[in-house]
């Protein structure tokens, strides 16, 4: 099916003048492929298909999926046979658009033959890539699948919500029992709880390990079902424990009462995908992740104290580890252009959002959906801004955190040279807040898939790669938070420290430690 598309995608291109990613993305595609959409609404529940693409290609593409010739739609290496009498090898061979290493292959396993687990491993490993498999084997296996985060913006990025939202737990106060009585007073979100088959959390580095207690026994209660952790909703929870940690408690999910009833399995994956090109650097980090840093490892560090990492114009993105030095940073940034070039114009460019539900929704919830999206509600934008991509694209060599500038407007829109030579046109695109359920739009919102990224957050870093970053470690002030700074760069080549640190800024947690070399 994939090819067919493929096919349809190349004389589409060829017939408007176009290049193929103009027509439908590869990602587009693969979840086109997968989707079994038997309808034009079928295709509006699929990430990436807006009513323009719709109306342009719409109709093509159902009567394309709608082929009768079932081999066609077979992914290779699986046999029609298969489809009705699974192997598990089979499966995790067939997905055809996701390469997978063989510790990924173990996870996905794992989870095919109904086990809860922990997928962990350091920053760079896979792990988003493994949630996405296991996303559309659920699918094809008709499995409730919900996909989840602790946080906003992780949740918006896997295509979930947070795990407090979806399970209507609101902040998670409260015993188990007022909160499992609550549950059972709504009818909807009680049946969310008791059709589920697979529940995916992300991040889970910072789930409180009380909460994880409560929902265990919310799970049992609710599902009728008290002999069985999680009432029979099989887990896989995703996350580095030596990345940032809980807050609001001093102890980690691992540490929960339930974890070893509820836990069948902890995967490690130890095969770095992100720095693999650089094994200097992948080095590093490994050590530094444990709290470690050898005579070598320092010194090469200090080399990077002062160095100059920008290119053809794209300075590399500072890394703060506070919220209000991120936004001084950026608002002085935009100042400084403005001031060295008088008369220089600013266009401000707002996020909209519709429901295709047609719910309506708050002010105040509506502003709280806002900021958990990675787009910025509003931006504002001059020649000179640097900016960060919030889009993965292999078509034109982008990724989300791919660094550019800004060099100039062209119908009122930021054209953007990347590091990698590529200017571009940037024009506004969805970004779906999704029933994590069921995959379908609650809600979009439109946004240019940019953002001003003189400087971020590495609480916001946590989840996205970058070209080049320069960081302070001197200012880190918990454990793992160093790490995750420096995690975020794919080389030693795109680091810039502005100061000298001490090796007592490097620390990871002596508990968390334990728990990976147990």
Not at 366 to 383: D, G, N, R, T
Not at 434 to 456: D, M, W, Y
């Amino acid at each position: 099916m994939i090819s067919k598309l493929s096919t349809y995608r190349t004389q589409e291109s060829r017939k408007r003048g176009v290049p193929a990613y103009c027509v439908f993305s590869n990602n587009v595609m693969n979840e086109t492929a997968i989707s079994a959409a038997k309808s034009i609404e079928d295709l509006r529940n699929i990430k990436g298909w807006g009513e323009k693409m719709i109306l342009n290609y719409g109709s093509d593409v159902i009567q394309i999926l709608a082929d009768p010739n079932l081999e066609g739609a077979v992914p290779p290496g699986l046999s029609i046979e298969s489809l009705t009498a699974p192997d598990v090898h089979n499966e995790v061979e067939a997905e055809s658009d996701i390469t997978l290493n063989a510790g990924q292959v173990a996870a996905v396993e794992a989870v095919i033959l109904g086990k809860s687990i922990v997928l962990t491993g350091e920053a760079g490993t896979g792990k988003t890539e493994v949630v996405k498999y296991i996303r559309n084997k659920a699918r094809k296996a008709r499995l409730r699948l919900a996909l989840t985060s602790t946080t906003g913006t992780s949740a918006l990025l896997i295509g979930g919500t947070t795990i407090h939202s979806y399970l209507g737990i609101g902040r998670g106060d409260g015993s188990w029992s007022n909160l499992a009585t609550f549950i059972s007073s709504k009818p909807a979100l009680k049946k969310r709880w008791t059709d589920l088959d697979i529940l995916v959390i992300d991040e889970v580095s910072m789930m409180n390990p009380e909460l994880f207690d409560k929902l265990d026994k919310i799970g049992r209660f609710i599902r009728n079902n008290r002999r069985v952790p999680w009432g029979g909703i099989k887990l896989m929870l995703c996350g580095d424990f030596l990345q940032l940690p809980v807050v609001g408690s001093d102890k980690f999910l691992f540490e929960a009462e339930s974890f070893d009833d509820v836990i069948d399995e902890v995967h490690i994956l130890t095969e770095n995908v992100r720095q693999e090109g650089d094994q200097t650097w992948s080095r590093i980090l490994s050590s530094i992740r444990m709290g470690e840093l050898d005579d070598e490892a320092y010194s090469t560090l200090l080399l990077r104290v002062g160095t100059d990492v920008a290119i053809d114009g794209v300075k590399p993105t500072k890394l703060y580890s506070r919220n209000d030095q991120v936004d001084r940073e950026n608002a002085r940034s935009i100042l400084n252009l403005l001031e060295a070039r008088p008369g220089l114009e600013t266009k401000s460019y707002h996020m909209t959002s519709t429901s295709p539900t047609g719910k309506r929704y708050s002010k105040e919830a509506l502003k709280k959906l806002k900021e958990q999206c990675i787009a910025p509600e509003v931006m504002e934008l001059c020649l000179g801004a640097q900016v960060m991509y919030l889009r993965n694209n292999t078509d034109m060599g982008l990724s989300n955190g791919s660094r550019g500038v800004v060099v100039g407007f062209t119908e009122q829109l930021p054209v953007v040279k990347f590091m990698n030579n590529l200017t571009l046109t940037v024009y506004p695109e969805e970004f779906t807040v999704n029933n994590a359920e069921h995959g379908t739009s609650e809600l979009i919102l439109k946004q240019l898939p940019i953002k001003v990224a003189f400087a971020i957050s590495i609480h916001k870093s946590q989840g996205v790669t970058l070209d080049c970053v320069e960081v302070d470690i001197s200012k880190c002030f918990c454990d793992g938070q160093a790490y995750v700074a420096l995690s975020r760069v794919k080389t030693l080549n795109g680091l810039s420290l502005t100061t000298k640190f001490d090796r007592s800024n490097i620390s990871a947690n002596p508990n968390c430690i334990e728990f990976y070399k147990e």
